[in-house]
Structure formats: structure tokens, C-alpha cells
């Protein structure tokens, strides 16, 4: 059972275009919304996160939207670059110890 | 080190050996995942440690696999009689409390052969 959906599977965009990756969530009892990214060879770094009390958060070239009523939310790269090229994963958070439910990721490829 | 330290970065194994894979948290992070990563799909909960408990084993896949953490810092994952679905990238990460998790180690690819 998925408990995050995430699409889509692989993204190609090209340099200073606009990446966007869209998940959804059936639990209600999820309460924080992270975004993780994932180069080759590392494990997955936090990006940004969201709480579902605000429709949208931005840091830098990074916003996340956020639709609590249809239980979707999403990830806006602005002017994509090269060195975004890396796989995203949208999670969702529940739980006093902050147990991370992970979607099952997108390959961004973002080409010159 | 800085970071979330996972080691081997790599292992090798025949089906039916056993094997362990070990964290190193951050200095002070008293919460402590694993997590599981076969090719081409999203990050499978496996535990969870605060300090030396472990409140929530429900990720674990079967009675082959077990972890303990001591001392409050490093964590052993131990998978008996390995099979070959167990191939993936177990990672670790650690958290301070409050807060989710943040820092992942480069994870351990366990090869089954």
C-alpha cells in the first residue's frame, strides 16, 4: 500500500526551465511534508518542507505548494540547472518520533 | 566525522551468510532510522531507535532481520541467512530531537549473490 503517491517517474527539463513534481497523500494524520534529494552514490538530503497550515513555501529557486483539501502537494524547481539533475523524493511525516513515509521518487534530468 | 558514517560502503555476500552493516550517527542525535532502497524505488522504513529502544520494528521484513544500538550512538543491522530479494542500499540517518530526519549516510549496497 502507497501510502505517498509520487509522479512523475523520470523528468527531463531543459536549463532555466521549470521542474515540477507532484505528489499526493491519503493519511490524514501526516503533518509535516519534506522534500529530500538524492545524488548518485549519496543518501537523500533534506530540501524543504511544509507544513499543511500554509499553502506554499519558497526557498531560493525551490516552492513547494501545498493543496490540503485535495492532499496534494508539490515540488517547483525555477530556473532549472545541470547541477539539479538528482532524484526527488516527497515524504510525509507522522508520529511524535517523525516517522518519514517516502513516495517512491523522480529522476530529474535537467539538460544544458 | 561530521556526518551520518555508514560502513562497508559495500558488501558482497552469498545467499545464507549472514551479515551486518553498522551506523555511526551524528554526535548527540539520540534518534536513529534505517531504511532500505531496492533499484528504482522510494526508501522503505525498516526501524526506528531513540536512544537504545526501539519503539517501532514494524518496517523489519522478517525474523532474519534485527538491529541494536548501544550506547545511545551506534547502530548494527543484521540480516541471517541472506536471500537474494535482500539486495538494496540500506541506509541510516539520525536526528536530533525535535525535528525529522535530515541527514542520511551514503548507505551500505548489500549485493546478494
Known amino acids: 500500500q502507497q501510502q505517498v503517491k509520487q509522479s512523475p517517474q523520470s523528468l527531463i527539463v531543459q536549463k532555466g526551465g521549470i521542474s515540477i513534481i507532484n505528489c499526493a497523500y491519503e493519511n490524514t494524520a501526516f503533518d509535516y511534508f519534506p522534500w529530500y534529494q538524492q545524488f548518485p552514490g549519496k543518501g537523500p538530503a533534506l530540501l524543504i518542507a511544509?507544513?499543511?497550515?500554509?499553502s506554499e513555501k519558497k526557498e531560493g529557486r525551490f516552492t513547494i505548494s501545498f493543496n490540503k483539501s485535495a492532499k496534494q502537494f508539490s515540488l517547483h524547481i525555477m530556473d532549472s540547472q545541470p547541477g539539479d539533475s538528482a532524484t526527488y523524493f516527497c515524504?510525509?511525516?507522522?508520529?511524535?518520533?517523525?516517522?518519514?513515509?517516502f513516495g517512491t521518487g523522480t529522476k530529474l534530468q535537467v539538460i544544458p | 566525522g561530521a556526518g551520518v558514517s555508514q560502513s562497508p560502503s559495500n558488501k558482497v555476500t552469498e545467499k545464507g551468510k549472514d551479515v551486518e552493516l553498522r551506523c555511526d550517527p551524528i554526535?548527540?542525535?539520540?534518534?536513529l532510522y534505517w531504511y532500505r532502497q531496492s533499484l528504482g524505488q522510494g526508501l522503505e522504513f525498516l526501524i526506528y531507535f531513540q536512544g537504545n529502544s526501539a519503539p517501532d520494528k514494524s518496517g523489519l521484513p522478517s525474523d532474519r532481520f534485527s538491529a541494536e544500538r548501544t550506547g545511545g550512538s551506534v547502530s548494527t543491522l543484521t540480516i541471517q541467512r541472506t536471500q537474494q530479494e535482500d539486495s538494496a542500499v540500506y541506509l541510516c540517518?539520525?536526528?536530533?530531537?525535535?525535528?525529522?530526519?535530515?541527514?542520511f549516510g551514503a548507505g551500505t549496497r548489500l549485493s546478494v549473490l
Open positions: 511544509i507544513r499543511p497550515d500554509v
Open positions: 515524504a510525509a511525516v507522522s508520529g511524535g518520533y517523525q516517522k518519514v513515509t
Open positions: 554526535s548527540g542525535h539520540t534518534a
Open positions: 540517518a539520525s536526528s536530533p530531537p525535535p525535528g525529522t530526519v535530515k541527514y
